[in-house]
Each structure stands twice: as structure tokens, then as C-alpha cells.
């Protein structure tokens, strides 16, 4: 399943491209998402809630990222799976300069299985978009200040750092730093296929 | 005789009790057993690395979790090949739960026990499974393609490959004085039954015996392979198919993997366990039918006549080949139809593709062959500019040609004879009832008012009634009630009643008396199943059979209790009587009584049967070489199949803006030979062609490229409503079968056999352009035509 889509942000596209590789930013932004989880080096594993029409559940993924060319492009390996199914893609996102500001567009490489690929299949394609356009609108409004959800971040004995989401009036700080050399994004647009709301 | 039931539209007798809600289904029973739900693959192809219960094990209510390595004995071993055949040379069958790899999307993994449905789900959803996904084969091109293999061991994934010649057909093509060639593709549907698969098992310890209801077309199959799988002398096993909802060809396999998890873990527990199917499982893990790809190179003379016909056709057999290759022996045989080209030549290939597997589906392969056929008269006719009912008349084999041997072998391993069959007086039955000769007028009418309508005719031979055998037990009780038994099985075709009337009329007694039993290893334990439309034939004469035996004691009693000649005697209404002297008389169930010579009386006929009431003293109570009651058990095991035909016509209008089909009139032309109940065989035909329509113009399985199952309910697949189908026209023509004592043939399939042929002839025949794959949805109509436009 392929699916190919654009968007129109009012960033540059270096804002933007930071925001979609800084895993707190995508915590807040990314519909359902729970908790993410750094795994190794340029791998994260995230929880997300989800669900298309009345199949819903809980996802558990795996985030790998590839091919940076800051503020360029990106690739997204991820697979994840949960009770109503199963997801693996690949996402190569691109930013452009744009009169207002930057355009990204996107193309995943998707194959969609268990009760959501024979069941869902149908809708799932306007789903995706809806929730990618869901979630650029959030990226967009976080990078105009909006601070209304924030993350928490939490490192355990191990040294294991997790994120959670928390609704906050103060201000978040930013995580870049505990994902040195790493960067999740548009997880929404792969996951997000599976919201509905 | 008075009573005569044979040849009467009698309302069924099971109806009463299935419409009220009496029917008693897999799921109706059971309801205290533990339940159980499998773990399925949610990828075409991949290899199983890790499974991960931990999560699992604390929901309350769970009662055990099972995968591959928890197996024991024989269930761990791969499921039967239920048919081999020599051209099978890569026969593969899967495992009740898998073993390392999975090769569809659906394929069980895990089995969860449970309190009940839901905690069972909920545990599943809590097992993790790792898996290193591969590369899966979907569609017959990525078969032949071979860059990636469903069965390592079968790297080009062919399972099977046949070649059969009559005659020399290529040579006769190439010296033929006109050919074409054509390129047809029929895409997967599947059987649907209302009611999914289903299997509950009750395990005896103390006598340690397992009874089990599956929701099957063979019980006695069933019953079989699950005493072999769980190692049990065939007596300790019974299999019982209750009121089945449906099976359409998919429920004759066996055994299904949950046909043996289900009863080993109501063994291995001592609880009973049932496991019912639901939907989405049905599409996944069940089975689909009719996906090939067809080449056809035609030679002919100017009048028509096929001198040289050469099929080569690429089968999709799925994931595994525990039926065999029946389908495309079927197709390769069937195809011929009622036609008699002068050579033959068809060479198939059966496919492994990453996909559920296939087995037979209403029709079983033949909807394909005709298709080929059907399409390859259209061809010639508009090559030649002759109509196409007279191109077909000029092939087909005529009535004195009877029986008709086509030198191939069919199906069960017999030779392909048709037995008799009248084809040029179907074709004028057909033509005269849809009116064919007046149809351009029709369409002219029709144009003026700037409508587009076609007309489209199709026909099809079916080998029906396919052997070994069945057989048939009929007993008569003191009470007067018939008690009938048969082992093959009921999904709603009728078998209460037409049995029924056999009895009725052959013992001559109300058919309010006769009770009948089906698919009861109890009752009757041989068997075979119900498929290839072979109960009435087969179960039907046997039964016929049985109470002939039963009518010969009955008279031979009531002689010496009324101290005349046997065959002086009739049997009317259940009252033995002398011919032309009524008075003269005695109830069938008096002379049940005197069949059964007693010691203790336990009522009114008991008393009147023991020993000091009835008898000749001079002779023991229960003579040498007889046996005490008033019942008769009979085979039928004929030579060959019974071939039954038939003819369809459809007019069709399609709308000019979205190219949707609409059905004006569906004329059915059939021979099934003598027909038991005539309101029961057009209920047959009708639900076969409402599967024709669904298989011409609705549904497919909209597998992705990676092997998912996009459309695995009844939201996107597109079963049609009864609003898409039409009034159908049946007529019947009678030409009895000389094989069997009835002269019946079989009718079930017969319905959905044309139906992409009819469809496709009569959409070619309004657009005017070649319609070479089906089904065809409206958008694919109108691509074509635009296609067509931009090309001309």
C-alpha cells in the first residue's frame, strides 16, 4: 500500500526538521501516541493508542531512523503491531523552502496486516491523511509556541530514557539533546493511519 | 399408488423447524464448553522467531496456551493430502498450528483455552509474536515468475503440472482453415456460507471416547482423520454434523486444523471445547476457489466446427494442496462442455501462491473450464459473423451419439462418458423461452430509446454423482415411524424430504412417517460426504435400494401372516394389502411387530411379538439366514459419474454513464435427469445462479502485493443482496440417467456453473468489444470502454 501526501507548514523547513526529530515534540504531537522508549542508537520504541472505525487497540512499535540529510530529507522504518493488526513501512519524508515557509511531502511504502489490513483496508488511506494532516497542524501550532500538552521525561536505573505524556501548563523542555544523533518523526503519518477521530 | 411423492413439489419437511428457530448449529450446542480462539498470521510469508506468552498467562479464566511445539504425536505432524494424484508432484500440507513458518496470512499459530469466547480473544491479543518477515508470492504471475518461493523446498512453486491429448490438437490447428487464440482470467471468490466452519468435542474419560460436531460435509471424513491424528480405534470416535449453515464445497475438507486441536484439547483438558468460526476468519484461514489464468488457440472449419482446441491454463492452488489438484482436473475436463471438437489438448500448471488455500467451491472448477469454452463459441461465431446458439448447435454431441466417450479420464478416475443428455433440444428450449430470435428487435426498441442491452447464452456439462459409494439404511419401527439413515451429510439442500419421498413412494407410506438421518457416524458409519451434487444420486439410490429390501421382507411377512403369494400384495398408506381385495389386510407396522419375535413385552405390539404370540413352532423364532425387524441397509457404487447440463441466457442492460449491469431476464434451461422434487431443484438452481452473478459481476478477493486480504469482511465484499438477483426462468428438460435405478442426476451445482460465461456474452454483446476476464465491476467496464474508444 502506497500513500503519498503533502503538506504546507509556516516554518522553515530547519524548524520543522528539527521538530519532527525531536521525540518530545512528536510525543505531544502525534494523535494516541503514550510513551516512547530509546532502544539503541537511532531506535525508539513507542505506544500508541489507535484505532480505525470500531477496531481499536493498542499498538507497540519500533522506530528506526535512516538516510538524515538535515534539513532535507529523511527515512522512517517502522513496524508495529497491536491487537487489530499489524503495521511495517517505510516513510521518506522531504522538506522544500516555500513562500510560506515549508513544504513537506511524503511517501510511505506501507503493507497493513491483521484485522485492520481486511477489515479497515478501505478506509484506511483517508484515515492516513486526515491524521497526518492532524498531525502537521500540531507540529505547526507547537512551533508557534502552543504548549497546551507536554512530555515528561523519565530515565530509570538502567539508564533508560522514556517519555510520557502529560497535560501541562508550564512549559516543556526541549529533549533534543537526550536523542543525540537520533530524530523520530512522522510516526503519525504511519501510526496515524490508524486513528479515527 | 396414491401416495405417489416422487416428482411432487412437497414443501420441505425440515423447514418448519429451521425457520422457527429450531435449527440446532455448531454454536447452538456447547454452551458450557470451554472456548477456543487461535493466534493467526497477520503476514503472507514469513518465518516465526520468537512467541512470547508472558503477558498472557495472568488473565483470569484462561484455562491453557498451545503452539506448535506443545503438539504431540501425530498432531504434530503435517495435516493428509487428502487426494493424491500422479500429476501432484509437490504436494504440500501445513500443520495444525505452525511450525516455524507461516505461508498466509491467517494461518494459525497459537491456540488459546478459555472460560469462554471473550477471555480466550482477549489472551490472544496479549501474546507477542516475532517475525522475520520474507518475501510472499501473490497472484499466478509472481507464481511463475518464481523469484521468491511459497515452499523452500519447491523453488520454481509448481505443484502440479498435467498434460492430456485426444487426438493430435495442435497439428489439426495448425492445418485448420481458420484460428485464433484468446487470453481469459478468472479472479478467486469463495464459497461464504452464512454459517463459518465450527467443531465442539466432548471427550469421555471414563469410557474414553470422543464424540465431536463439526459443522462439516463428511463426518464420516471427519470422524477418520481424527481418530488417526489422536490415535483411537475408530470406535471410540463418533462425529456428528448437527444442522450445518451452508457449506458450499468448503466444509468438505478435512480435517480442518481446529478439527484436530479442538478434540485433542478436549481430550488432553477432560473438558468439553468448542471452537466456532467467525467471519473475519473464514475469509483468512478457510479456503477460496476459481483464480486461473487461461491461453486457448482454436482451429475450425468455415462452418464453426472445432477441429483442434489447445488449452493451457496456470491454476492458483494456494498455500498448501491438501485437496489435491480436483479443481483443475475438473476444468480440464469439463471444459469440453456439450461440445465434441475433433482434437483436444489441455495442459495445466497448479501454483503455490503465498495465500488460504484452494479447494473446491459450488461448481469446483468448472465455472473456469466453461468460461474457457463459452468464451472461445463467442469467438468463433463473431469471426465467422454466425449467430452464436448455431455455432454451439454445430458442435455439440447429439443425442444418438449417446453415450458419449470423450477419451479423457474425469475426475474419479473414470473414464469421461456422458451418459445421456439431449443438447440440441435444451439449445430450442432455451432460445424459444428467452426469445433469441426475436431479440433484435428488442435491442432495436431498446435503442430507440437510447438504452444498450445484450443477450449472452452459455452451456455446461457436469459430471455429477462421482462414486464410490453410499449407502442407505431404512428401518421400520413397531409405531409405524420410518427411521431412514444415511452418512453423508445436510447444509440445507433438502436431503429430509427427497429422501423421504424416495421412501414413500418405494415402501408406500405417508412421508409424514419417514424421518431421515444424515451425517451421524451413530447411525449410519459409512460414507463418504456431500459434494460434486452426489446425495440425491448416490444416498438417493441407496436409499431406494434399502427400502426396497425392506418392501420385499414386508411383503414376504405379511404373505405368510395373510397366507398368500407375495406378490399379490401392494403396499398403500402404510397398509399391506392383497391387489384388488382390500379387505384382506395388515398394517406395515403389525408386520414390524411379527419381523421381531420378542421375550418381554413392554407394550401393546410388544405383547402381540413375543415368542407365545407369533410363529410357526415348527421353525426357530428368527429363521436360518434372517435377521429379527423390519429394516434394510443397500450400497449404491455406480461405474461412472451421471452427467447432468444445462443452458443459460441473460439480457442484460448497461447504464451508459456508470456502465453498471443491470440483469432484465436470467432463462435456465436444465437437465438433471428425472427429478425427485422440482420445487427443491429450482431452489438449487436458484441459489447457484445467485453465485453465478456474485462470482460474474461482484465478488473477488482483493488481495495486496504483499499478500494481505483487503476486503476479509462482509462490509467490502461484495456478496450481492437480493436485489441483485434476479427473477430466474427455470425449464426443465428430463432425460433420465441409465445408471442408476432412479435415473436422477445431480443438480446441486449446476446454478453457478455459466455464470461468468453468460455474464461475458452478454456484456461482449452489447459493448460490442471482447470481454476476456471476470468478474468485471462498473468502473472496470467503463475503463474498458474508454480504453476501446481511444483505441479505435
Redesign the interface.
Known amino acids: 500500500m502506497k500513500i503519498i501526501g503533502s503538506y504546507s507548514l509556516d516554518h522553515s523547513p530547519s524548524a520543522v526538521f528539527a521538530a519532527l526529530n525531536d521525540p518530545a515534540v512528536l510525543l505531544v504531537t502525534i494523535p494516541g501516541c503514550q510513551a516512547l522508549e530509546q532502544t539503541g542508537p537511532s531506535t525508539y520504541a513507542m505506544t500508541i493508542t489507535a484505532g480505525v472505525a470500531s477496531i481499536k487497540g493498542t499498538y507497540n512499535g519500533v522506530v528506526e531512523l535512516a538516510d538524515q540529510n538535515a534539513p532535507h530529507s529523511f527515512t522512517l522504518k517502522a513496524s508495529g503491531s497491536g491487537g487489530p493488526g499489524t503495521v511495517q513501512a517505510d516513510v521518506k519524508v522531504t522538506l522544500a523552502q516555500s513562500a510560506e515557509g515549508c513544504a513537506l511531502t511524503y511517501e510511505a511504502d506501507a503493507v497493513v496486516g491483521g484485522v485492520i489490513g481486511g477489515v479497515g483496508q478501505r478506509v484506511l488511506s483517508g484515515v492516513s491523511k486526515k491524521t497526518a494532516s492532524e498531525f502537521f497542524a500540531a507540529v505547526n501550532r507547537h512551533l508557534a509556541g502552543d504548549r497546551s500538552t507536554a512530555a515528561v521525561v523519565m530515565q530509570d536505573e538502567a539508564g533508560v530514557v522514556s517519555i510520557r505524556k502529560e497535560a501541562t501548563t508550564q512549559g516543556a523542555t526541549s529533549l533534543t539533546s537526550l536523542f543525540a544523533g537520533g530524530a523520530i518523526a512522522l510516526v503519525g503519518v504511519l501510526l496515524g493511519w490508524l486513528i479515527s477521530r | 399408488m396414491t401416495t405417489k411423492s416422487f416428482g411432487e413439489p412437497i414443501l420441505r419437511k425440515e423447514d418448519p423447524r429451521l425457520v422457527s428457530g429450531q435449527g440446532r448449529y455448531l454454536d447452538d450446542l456447547g454452551h458450557d464448553a470451554l472456548a477456543a480462539a487461535f493466534l493467526r498470521s497477520?503476514?503472507a510469508s514469513a518465518r516465526i522467531l520468537e512467541i512470547d506468552v508472558t503477558d498472557a498467562l495472568d488473565v483470569p479464566g484462561l484455562i491453557g496456551i498451545y503452539t506448535y511445539e506443545d503438539l504431540e504425536g501425530r498432531v504434530a505432524e503435517p495435516l493428509p493430502l487428502l487426494i493424491p494424484h500422479p500429476a501432484l508432484l509437490n504436494g504440500r500440507t501445513g500443520y495444525p498450528l505452525a511450525n516455524e513458518f507461516v505461508r498466509h496470512?491467517g494461518e494459525a499459530i497459537v491456540m488459546v483455552i478459555a472460560e469462554d469466547r471473550y477471555i480466550a480473544e482477549d489472551v490472544v491479543?496479549l501474546i507477542?509474536v516475532s517475525y522475520e518477515?520474507l518475501q510472499p508470492v501473490v497472484g499466478i504471475e509472481n507464481a511463475k515468475a518464481a523469484h521468491h518461493a511459497v515452499h523452500a523446498s519447491v523453488p520454481d512453486n509448481v505443484s502440479a503440472h498435467s498434460v492430456k491429448e485426444v487426438g493430435d490438437a495442435r497439428a489439426m490447428i495448425n492445418a485448420a482453415p481458420h484460428k485464433i487464440s484468446l487470453d481469459l482470467f478468472i479472479e478467486r471468490s469463495a464459497c461464504s456460507p452464512l454459517e463459518g466452519k465450527g467443531v465442539y468435542a466432548i471427550w469421555e474419560e471414563d469410557s474414553q471416547e470422543l464424540r465431536l460436531w463439526s459443522s462439516t460435509q463428511t463426518s464420516t471424513g471427519v470422524r477418520a482423520a481424527v481418530a488417526a491424528k489422536l490415535d483411537l480405534p475408530l470406535q471410540k470416535v463418533e462425529c456428528i454434523a448437527p444442522d450445518v449453515g451452508g457449506g458450499f464445497g468448503v466444509k468438505i475438507m478435512h480435517p480442518w486444523p481446529e478439527e484436530v486441536l479442538v478434540p485433542w484439547a478436549a481430550r488432553k483438558l477432560n473438558r468439553p471445547v468448542k471452537w466456532s468460526e467467525d467471519r473475519?476468519e473464514h475469509?483468512?484461514s478457510s479456503a477460496h476457489e476459481r483464480a486461473q489464468e487461461h491461453h486457448i488457440e482454436v482451429g475450425f472449419d468455415d462452418e464453426g466446427r472445432i477441429l483442434g482446441l489447445d488449452v493451457t491454463f496456470f491454476h492458483d492452488n494456494g498455500a498448501y494442496t491438501p485437496y489435491g489438484i480436483i479443481i483443475p482436473l475438473i476444468t480440464s475436463t469439463q471444459l469440453l462442455g456439450p461440445y465434441k471438437p475433433a482434437s483436444y489438448r489441455v495442459e495445466f500448471t497448479s501454483l503455490f501462491t503465498n495465500t488460504v488455500l484452494v479447494i473446491p467451491y459450488r461448481g469446483a472448477g468448472r465455472p473456469q473450464g466453461v468460461f474457457a469454452m463459452e468464451r472461445t463459441m463467442d469467438a468463433i461465431a463473431k469471426y465467422l459473423n454466425v449467430d452464436r446458439t448455431v455455432v454451439r448447435e454445430r458442435n455439440f454431441i447429439q443425442p444418438d451419439e449417446m453415450p458419449y466417450d470423450l477419451g479423457l479420464i474425469f475426475q474419479d478416475g473414470r473414464p469421461l462418458e456422458y451418459d445421456s443428455g439431449n443438447f440440441p433440444a435444451s439449445m430450442a428450449m432455451l432460445k424459444e423461452m428467452v426469445g433469441w430470435d426475436d431479440f433484435e428487435t428488442m435491442r432495436s426498441e431498446y435503442a430507440a430509446q437510447g438504452r444498450k442491452i445484450g443477450i449472452g447464452v452459455a452451456c455446461y456439462v457436469e459430471g455429477t454423482g462421482v462414486g464410490p459409494y453410499e449407502g442407505g439404511f431404512v428401518q421400520v419401527e413397531t409405531s409405524g415411524r420410518i427411521n431412514v439413515a444415511t452418512g453423508l451429510t445436510s447444509q440445507g439442500q433438502g436431503h429430509q424430504t427427497v429422501f423421504a419421498q424416495i421412501v414413500a413412494d418405494e415402501l408406500g407410506v405417508p412421508i409424514e412417517d419417514v424421518f431421515v438421518t444424515t451425517g451421524d457416524t451413530r447411525r449410519f458409519p459409512y460414507a463418504v460426504g456431500t459434494f460434486a451434487s452426489r446425495a440425491a444420486v448416490m444416498s438417493g439410490n441407496a436409499i431406494a435400494l434399502a427400502a426396497r429390501q425392506v418392501r420385499d421382507k414386508a411383503l414376504r411377512l405379511a404373505g405368510e401372516a395373510l397366507e398368500c403369494d407375495p406378490q399379490d400384495l401392494e403396499i398403500v398408506e402404510g397398509i399391506v394389502r392383497v391387489k384388488g381385495d382390500h379387505a384382506k389386510s395388515i398394517a406395515l407396522k403389525t408386520v414390524a411387530v411379527l419381523s421381531n419375535p420378542l421375550r418381554y413385552a413392554f407394550d401393546e405390539s410388544a405383547k402381540a411379538a413375543t415368542q407365545f404370540a407369533v410363529g410357526d413352532t415348527s421353525k426357530p423364532p428368527v429363521p436360518e439366514d434372517e435377521e429379527p425387524g423390519l429394516e434394510g441397509k443397500d450400497y449404491y457404487s455406480p461405474m461412472s459419474s451421471t452427467f447432468a447440463n444445462g443452458m443459460h441466457a441473460v439480457i442484460i442492460e448497461i447504464l451508459p454513464e456508470t456502465a453498471e449491469v443491470k440483469i432484465l431476464r436470467y432463462v435456465v434451461v436444465h437437465d438433471c435427469g428425472r427429478v425427485i422434487n422440482p420445487m427443491i431443484v429450482e431452489g438449487q438452481i436458484h441459489g447457484g445462479v445467485a453465485q453465478g452473478v456474485a462470482g460474474a459481476l461482484y465478488e473477488r478477493m482483493a488481495y495486496?502485493e504483499?499478500g494481505?486480504?483487503?476486503?476479509?469482511?462482509f462490509?467490502?465484499f461484495l456478496m450481492p443482496y437480493a436485489t441483485e438477483i434476479p427473477i430466474i426462468e427455470a425449464g426443465h428438460l428430463e432425460t433420465p440417467s441409465p445408471l442408476n435405478p432412479l435415473g436422477i442426476k445431480g443438480a446441486g451445482e449446476a446454478g453457478v456453473i455459466p455464470g461468468s460465461a453468460v455474464f461475458a456474452s452478454a456484456i461482449e454483446d452489447a459493448e460490442g468489444f471482447d470481454i476476456r476476464r471476470m468478474p468485471i465491476s462498473p468502473s472496470e467496464l467503463w475503463e474498458l470502454r474508454r480504453t476501446m474508444k481511444e483505441n479505435a
Do not use: G, T
Open positions: 497477520p503476514h496470512v491479543e507477542k518477515v473475519r475469509f483468512i495486496d504483499s494481505q486480504l483487503q476486503n476479509a469482511s462490509m467490502d
